[in-house]
């Protein structure tokens, strides 16, 4: 089936915009996960989602940054008021409920602030 | 919370050779350890992975181990190609803790010279 997918692949916006990144999980993954990955470096948690609980937001650096999924479908990732350190690839990746371990990574969303 | 020390950050290789990855992590809960392969431009895969209850994994030539009493795990890459030339991550997590996200090292960027 499909593979985890994201959009836009490319964002480049001016300070102090907002903006809404999207990724669909593959069909029937409960979890949902965002990371950031500076360049050359790691994947830095964000958040992430379990159905229907609230989301574990212990990873979102500041409030300019929040994130929604309805049920076990899209999410977007919205930051507000861009900063030129918010530069980065997001990525988003999701994995089924139980016992399957595997994350899997969407393309991820390069975003460059000017 | 979980910390994932992961050395070298840098290593190169002569084709044919054999590369050595090394991880170490500090929650003595973390149970499931996959490593990625994270190719120029392209999304993190999934190339291997151990649970707690195995101390060594192997998949053609690519092989992992784990010291649970020590806290480490090391990916191991014998008959180096060019196409090995990527940036791997090792990354763990505690499965009885639901779809907690993974917490990943930083990084080693491997380059195979042929």
Known sequence: GAGVSQSPSNKVTEKGKDVELRCDPISGHTALYWYRQRLGQGLEFLIYFQGNSAPDKSGLPSD??????TGESVSTLTIQRTQQEDSAVYLCASKASGSPDTQYFGPGTRLTVL | GENVEQHPSTLSVQEGDSAVIKCTYSDSASNY???YKQELGKRPQLIIDIRSNVGEKKDQRIAVTLNKTAKHFS???????PEDSAVYFCA?????????PLVFGKGTRLSVIA
């Open chain 2, 33 to 35: 350890f996959p490593w």
């Open chain 2, 75 to 81: 990916l191991h890459i014998t008959e180096t190609q």
């Open chain 2, 92 to 100: 763990a997590r505690n499965r009885n803790s639901g779809n907690t």
């Open chain 1, 64 to 69: 300019r940054f929040s994130a929604e999924r």
